[in-house]
């Protein structure tokens, strides 16, 4: 198992920035990749963005790209993983619970949280105008 661990997060003001970063520990030397998605009431949980941990490339959804940054910290790490979700000139429509995922890559699916068996607990960000 992967237990993932989420903390960051909180109430900012439009423009602002806030930082989230997910601990993955456990059975992480099957874990391919990390990301982050993130729910709004009333909606569907969505893909936000990704890092394969292996190779270091990055996968935004369009809503944040430019706005937002996913890294790994400690590329090198073999049991405690840990990537950083630094998000810069928030909106409003960026206020949703943000859950970090981990598991497999697919180059086909790695969109769909159905990809992705590992998840953290959810972080509330409040984004307001």
């Known amino acids: 198992q992967v237990q993932l661990v989420e903390s960051g997060g909180g109430s900012v003001q439009a423009g602002g920035s806030l930082r989230l970063s997910c601990a993955a520990s456990?059975?992480?030397?099957?874990?391919?990749?990390m990301g982050w998605f993130r729910q709004a009431p009333g909606k569907e949980r969505e893909f936000v963005a990704l890092?394969?941990?292996?190779?270091?490339?990055?996968?935004?959804?369009?809503s944040v790209k430019g706005r937002f940054t996913v890294s790994r910290i400690n590329a090198n790490a073999k049991s405690m993983l840990e990537v950083l979700l630094q998000m810069n000139s928030l909106k409003p429509e960026d206020t949703a619970v943000y859950y970090c995922?981990?598991?497999?890559?697919?180059?086909?699916?790695?969109?769909?949280?159905?990809?992705?068996?590992?998840w953290g607990q959810g972080t509330q960000v409040t984004v307001s105008s």
């Open positions: 890092v394969r941990w292996n190779e270091g490339s990055t996968f935004y959804a369009d």
């Open positions: 995922a981990a598991g497999p890559y697919s180059s086909s699916s790695y969109t769909s949280s159905n990809s992705y068996p590992h």
């Open positions: 456990g059975r992480t030397s099957s874990t391919i990749s």
